[in-house]
C-alpha cells in the first residue's frame, strides 16, 4: 500500500515539495475563532500537531480521540477535523459531536465521507490532493492546517512565508539523500538498529518531533519505539533507568532530540538528563534542531527521523510502506 508507488524514502526526499505544496492550496473562507480543537489521528493527527506548533500562545488544542472535549462547547471553540482520506472514524465522530453542540467546523481532507459531510452542511473545506499514505503526507497537511489555523486566529501571521523558509531548509538538509540530515539519519539507524528506540525531546517542538519520530519508527519500520517528553519525565521516568542497566545496554537507544530555539530552561534539563542516565542507557545520537520558526525546527528535526525510520526498514529488509498489522485491524473493527 505505498500510494503512488514510489518508494517511502522518496517522500521524505520531498518534504520540500510538499510544504511548497502546501503553501499554494486554495483555502476556502473561514469564520474567525479564538478557540479551536483541532481533530485528528495518525498522520492526520501529526498534521494537527504541527498546525498547533506553528501558532505558539493561541489557544489551539489538538485532540485524539472520538468526539470533542468536554469543554469545547462552552467556550465555542471551532473545530478543524483533519482526514487525509476523510473516512476516519474518531474524526467523523468529532464532526458530529461539534455539529450536536452547535458549533462551526471546518475541513481539511483530500475527499471521503468528510469532504461530502461539510459539503452537506455548508462548512468550509480545504481540499488537496491525494495519493499518498497520511504519514507521507504530514508536511502537505500540516502546512494546510498551519494556514487554516492562521486564518481562523486571524494572526496576520504570514505563514506562507514561513513555509517557504522551512522547505528551503529541509531541502538543503537532505539534499536528495546527501544532506546532513539524511547522513545523520542513516547514521543513528545503523546506531539504533536491534535496540529499542527511545526518543527524547523538550517540550513544545522537540516533544512533538519525537512523538513523529517514534511514530514513523513504528510504521515505517515495524519496530518498538517510545517517546517521552522533558521536563515532565524528569519527574518519573528518569528513575526507570536505575534497576536494570544490563538491559538498557543490551536493547535500548536513547535519541535526544533538543531545541536551542525553545526555553532555556528545558535545554538545561535536556543535557542534564543526558549525564544522568549516561551509562545507564546508551545515548546514541544528538540531534539539534534548525532554524527560528516552530515549523522549520519541527522539520528539522523531523525528517532526521523519517530517514532514520526508513532505513531501519531497508535494515530489517522489510517494506516500509506496508502496514499490513494496521490495515488487517482496521478491517476486523470494521466486521466488529
Excluded at 488537496?128 to 508536511?139: I, M
Excluded at 511514530?215 to 524528569?234: C, F, H, R, S
Excluded at 535536556?270 to 549516561?278: G, H, K, P, R, S
Excluded at 530517514?307 to 476486523?332: M, N, P, W, Y
Amino acid at each position: 500500500m505505498g500510494g503512488t508507488g514510489m518508494p517511502m524514502m522518496d517522500h521524505v526526499y520531498g518534504t520540500g515539495d510538499q510544504l511548497r505544496e502546501a503553501a499554494a492550496v486554495d483555502l476556502p473562507a473561514v469564520p474567525p475563532a479564538g478557540v479551536v480543537v483541532v481533530a485528528g489521528m495518525g498522520g492526520s493527527g501529526m498534521a494537527a500537531r504541527v498546525g498547533a506548533l506553528s501558532a505558539p500562545g493561541a489557544a489551539v488544542f489538538p485532540h485524539g480521540t472520538y468526539g470533542i472535549p468536554s469543554w469545547a462547547a462552552g467556550r465555542g471553540a471551532l473545530v478543524v477535523a483533519v482526514s487525509y482520506s476523510g473516512n476516519t472514524e474518531e474524526t467523523l465522530s468529532a464532526v458530529d459531536a461539534a455539529t450536536d453542540a452547535g458549533l462551526q467546523y471546518i475541513a481539511v481532507t483530500t475527499g471521503g465521507a468528510l469532504a461530502e459531510r461539510a459539503s452537506a452542511d455548508g462548512a468550509p473545506v480545504a481540499l488537496f490532493a491525494g495519493g499518498l499514505q497520511p504519514r507521507a503526507a504530514v508536511a502537505l497537511q500540516g502546512g494546510v492546517v498551519a494556514r487554516m489555523l492562521h486564518a481562523v486566529l486571524e494572526s496576520g501571521y504570514d505563514i506562507e512565508a514561513d513555509l517557504s523558509r522551512t522547505s528551503e531548509l529541509v531541502d538543503g538538509l537532505l539534499d536528495g539523500g546527501s544532506g546532513p540530515a539524511a547522513t545523520l539519519g542513516r547514521d543513528l539507524a545503523d546506531a539504533l538498529f536491534g535496540r529499542i528506540a527511545v526518543i527524547y525531546g523538550g517540550h513544545g517542538v522537540a516533544s512533538g518531533a519525537a512523538v513523529r519520530w517514534k511514530t514513523q519508527i513504528n510504521e515505517n519500520a515495524k519496530m518498538p519505539a517510545y517517546a517521552g517528553e522533558v521536563p515532565e519525565l524528569d519527574h518519573n521516568e528518569l528513575e526507570s533507568w536505575g534497576a536494570l542497566p544490563e538491559l538498557g545496554e543490551r536493547a535500548i537507544g536513547v535519541v535526544m532530540l533538543r531545541d536551542p530555539g525553545g526555553s532555556a530552561a528545558v535545554e538545561r534539563r535536556m543535557a542534564l538528563t543526558a549525564e544522568v542516565i549516561d551509562g545507564r542507557v546508551p545515548v546514541v545520537g544528538d540531534v539539534v534542531a534548525q532554524g527560528t520558526s516552530p515549523l522549520e525546527r519541527f522539520f528539522s528535526l523531523g525528517v532526521v527521523g523519517d530517514v532514520t525510520s526508513v532505513h531501519l526498514a531497508d535494515i530489517a529488509g522489510v517494506d516500509a510502506a506496508r502496514i499490513d498489522l494496521l490495515e488487517g485491524f482496521k478491517q476486523r473493527l470494521g466486521r466488529a
